[in-house]
């Protein structure tokens, strides 16, 4: 069974940073590319980024390029950095691992197996 679990987030100010970690585990599991999404109260979930297997490909989503950083330590880790952080990126934030997709994808079909996401909160 595979599980992906999301640490880091909560309260930040605005300005701040925050980090979140993504640890994917299962028997003989080895996600590929792997993602953050985030779903603000009210909207839709959405790509933040996301980086590939080996750590050579990333994505970023528009409104955090520039102010983040992705990171792929060991084969089921994942870690995202992101700074300047904005009330607007209060959102519940969700780690995603991908089987059959090697590069970074900001589609979320693409990913199989989700965590139950984290509370990151901005406050200004």
């Given at each position: 069974?595979?599980?992906?679990?999301?640490?880091?987030g909560?309260?930040?100010?605005?300005?701040?940073s925050?980090?979140?970690?993504?640890?994917?585990?299962?028997?003989?599991?080895?996600?590929?590319?792997?993602?953050?999404?985030?779903?603000?109260?009210?909207?839709e979930?959405?790509?933040?980024?996301?980086?590939?297997w080996?750590?050579?490909?990333?994505?970023?989503?528009?409104f955090?390029?520039?102010?983040?950083?992705?990171?792929?330590?060991?084969?089921?880790?994942?870690?995202?950095?992101?700074?300047?952080?904005?009330?607007?990126?209060?959102?519940?934030?969700?780690c995603?691992?991908?089987t059959?997709t090697?590069?970074?994808?900001?589609?979320?079909?693409?990913y199989?197996?989700?965590?139950?996401?984290?509370?990151?909160?901005?406050?200004?």
């Amino acid at each position: 069974q595979v599980q992906v679990l999301e640490s880091g987030g909560g309260l930040v100010q605005a300005g701040g940073s925050l980090r979140l970690s993504c640890a994917a585990s299962g028997r003989s599991f080895t996600p590929w590319a792997m993602g953050c999404f985030r779903q603000a109260p009210g909207k839709e979930i959405e790509p933040v980024a996301a980086v590939s297997w080996h750590g050579s490909n990333t994505y970023f989503a528009d409104f955090v390029k520039g102010r983040a950083t992705i990171s792929r330590y060991n084969d089921n880790t994942m870690v995202l950095q992101m700074n300047s952080a904005k009330p607007q990126d209060t959102a519940i934030y969700y780690c995603a691992t991908a089987t059959t997709t090697v590069d970074a994808s900001g589609r979320s079909r693409k990913y199989d197996h989700w965590g139950q996401g984290i509370q990151v909160t901005v406050s200004s």
